[in-house]
């Protein structure tokens, strides 16, 4: 699959750990920045840009992560066609996919280690929507963005 990563600057060392982690299952890691610790990012920046890759089809999925994961998630919420989901253990990652069909992956920097974060990166990866029963709630999500959410520029997808 190929994926978009992207980070604030508190958490690039954990989007390099993730993408050498999903490069070695075969994975193709597209980097989306930032790519310095040391230089002030500001998460909707990132957040935007790879929510606007998954929704535009330039990758399939996204992983994002932040101080919390949760800034850098709202972000991408913005953007229409965007699921994003901040996870913290394995169980909610394989579920957010499952039953929310999510198309992208957020996590805290400061939350969870790098090893935990591979284990969720997994639940994530290896998890398939389940469509059926949850697509109608599925489709009141997007609902939810026609009403609120059609500006100048329409929805990406
Ligand atoms: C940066 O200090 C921090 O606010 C950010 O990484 C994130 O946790 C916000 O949700």
């Not at 310095?36 to 920046?45: K, N, S, T």
């Not at 101080?67 to 909610?92: D, F, H, Q």
């Not at 394989?94 to 639940?123: Q, S, Y």
Request: with cysteine; proline share 3%; charged share 25%.
């Amino acid at each position: 699959m190929k994926i978009g990563f992207g980070c604030d600057h508190t958490a690039v060392e954990l989007k390099l750990a993730l993408m050498e982690h999903l490069r070695e299952q075969g994975h193709e890691c597209v980097d989306y920045g930032t790519k310095e610790a040391g230089v002030r990012m500001d998460y909707p920046v990132v957040g935007k840009r790879v929510a606007e890759a998954v929704a535009g089809g330039e990758v399939e999925k996204g992983v994002l992560v932040c101080g919390t994961g949760v800034g850098i998630s709202l972000s991408a919420n913005k953007v229409p066609g965007i699921r994003a989901a901040v996870c913290s253990e394995p169980y909610t990652a394989c579920m957010t996919v499952r039953h929310n069909n999510a198309n992208i992956l957020a996590m805290g920097a400061r939350v969870v280690g790098t090893e935990l974060a591979k284990m969720i990166a997994d639940a994530f990866f290896q998890a398939e929507y389940e469509g059926g029963r949850h697509e109608v709630r599925v489709k009141m999500l997007a609902d939810i963005e026609q009403e609120y959410c059609m500006g100048a520029r329409g929805p990406l997808n």
